[in-house]
């Protein structure tokens, strides 16, 4: 079980007994007291006598009536608004400029007829323009919380996804412009990796691996977080990095994951899941995030008048990273499910590396036989291309979003099935072959 019983809204399981150092919630330690944002009487996670109910209750009559929790109302998020709008009106100006200013100073991308096959030079600065948006709606949200419980908290962890993605941008900055190597890259984002680690930013093993009947120290488990941190650092840094080849495709496919998280995090936000304040800042990460990319989409439709560049997958790669973090604050099934989430980037980059691993290439090497590249090989408008990479990516949005309301056992099954189907569909297509130009450049490390 993950920590939950069946037929009782309670915490039951041995892994969330009392342990030291670690808080356990109780009747006495949560009566009488008010939730400082919705001021309702506050107990635990349920809202009576400190029962610690949550969205996971297998008592409820369905699925669908877990989707909106007692603790908060759904009206909860509103307080949030300007967070969206401000990322979205910045983010907006902000890149528009940085157009200007990429084709006054030749900050442009130009194509080779090789992988960069679109007409005539673009510019770049792109992420700029999307950090721009991020930072404002950061600061707006900071603002929103000024005067809520946990504020020191949720300020540091703010700050620290504000500044990972800041150092994020800087360096697929420098790689847009000078063409950095592979590996002094990977460095950058190993350094994003270290600010959320420094903050306290890091997955709750001892409820994952409570799961499995395992329990750990609290200082091996700090320990083990930090590579699990970079890794997911890396993995999603890198998988939207890989997938910024099409007009429109990274920005527009990272708005529906984006969205989907944040279903998931006022959702949990409704059930009161975090007691230390995780629920607003998922929630102001996520709008913010949002508005910032939406602002730049419209510039980077076909055709694109910009491109993000690597300052910009870069940059949406380290925050949704970030994201999914916060999201293993607790079970893993929320973990999971933003895992899941990000399933069409994942699934490119698999493929991918299967691709150059199984034809003998260098795993480090720049082609045109990614997904989105095969299909407008084989025929497919880029247009359509596009889109069709939207519904997939919505696909498992939704799977993932459903998938966290039921038990972790089913759903990681659920998962495992999703992904071995996608990858027997992959094969059975021919996406694992390289063809014609696919693999034609090759950056030493």
């Known amino acids: 079980m993950s920590g939950f019983k069946s037929n009782k809204s309670v915490y039951s399981d041995a892994a969330l007994a009392s342990t030291p150092g670690r808080l356990v919630w109780t009747s006495s330690a949560t009566s009488g007291k008010l939730c400082k944002t919705c001021k309702q009487p506050s107990a635990g996670f349920g809202g009576a006598g400190g029962s610690l109910r949550n969205p996971s209750d297998r008592g409820q009559k ?67 323009g999307m950090l721009a948006g991020l930072t404002v709606g950061i600061l707006t949200g900071i603002y929103c919380l000024r005067d809520q419980e946990h504020f020191p908290l949720a300020f540091r962890w703010l700050i620290a996804v504000l500044a990972g993605g800041a150092i994020a941008c800087f360096i697929g900055l420098v ?19 270290v600010v959320l680690v420094l903050v306290g930013i890091k997955p709750a093993l001892y409820y994952s691996l409570a799961y499995f009947g395992l329990k750990i120290p609290e200082n091996v488990e700090i320990i083990l977080g930090i590579p699990i941190v970079v890794i997911f650092v890396l993995g999603a840094t890198n998988s939207l990095n890989l997938l910024d080849g099409l007009d429109g495709l990274c ?48 510039f980077n439709r076909h055709p694109a008048k910009i491109f993000m560049g ?51 290439r260098p ?56 992904f071995v189907v996608s990858g027997i569909v992959v094969w059975k297509k021919g996406y694992l072959k390289m063809e014609g130009l696919r693999g034609a450049i090759h950056k030493e490390l």
């Open 62 to 128: 369905n699925m669908l009536d877990n989707l909106i929790g007692p603790e908060r109302p759904i009206g909860w998020v509103l307080q949030f608004w300007p967070v969206l709008v401000f990322s979205f009106i910045s983010a907006l100006l902000a890149t528009s400029l940085c157009k200007k200013i990429a084709l006054k100073f030749g900050i442009v991308d130009r194509p080779d007829n090789l992988v960069k096959t679109h007409k005539g030079t673009v510019a770049y600065l792109g992420g700029v």
């Open 175 to 193: 790689d847009d412009i000078f063409d950095i190597k592979p590996r002094q890259k990977i460095l950058g984002q190993i350094v994003t990796a």
């Open 251 to 298: 920005a527009g496919v990272t708005v529906i994951i984006t969205g989907a998280m944040l279903l998931l995090a006022i959702h949990l936000g409704t059930w009161g899941f975090s007691e230390i304040g995780g629920d607003p800042v998922r929630v102001i990460i996520c709008l913010a995030l949002l508005g910032g990319v939406c602002g730049f989409l419209p």
């Open 310 to 360: 690597d300052a910009g997958s870069m940059l949406l790669g380290f925050v949704v990273a970030a994201l999914m973090i916060l999201f293993a604050e607790k079970i893993p099934r929320w973990w999971m499910a933003s895992v899941v989430v990000l399933g069409l980037p994942i699934l490119d980059t698999a493929v991918a590396l299967a691709r150059r691993f199984i034809n003998k």
């Open 363 to 418: 795993l480090f090497v720049s082609d045109r036989g990614h997904i989105y590249d095969q299909m407008i090989d084989r025929g497919i408008p880029l247009k359509r291309t596009v889109a069709i990479c939207y519904g997939l990516a919505g696909m498992y949005a939704l799977i993932g979003l459903a998938m966290s309301q039921i038990r972790t056992r089913y759903a990681l099954i659920v998962y495992i099935v999703v």
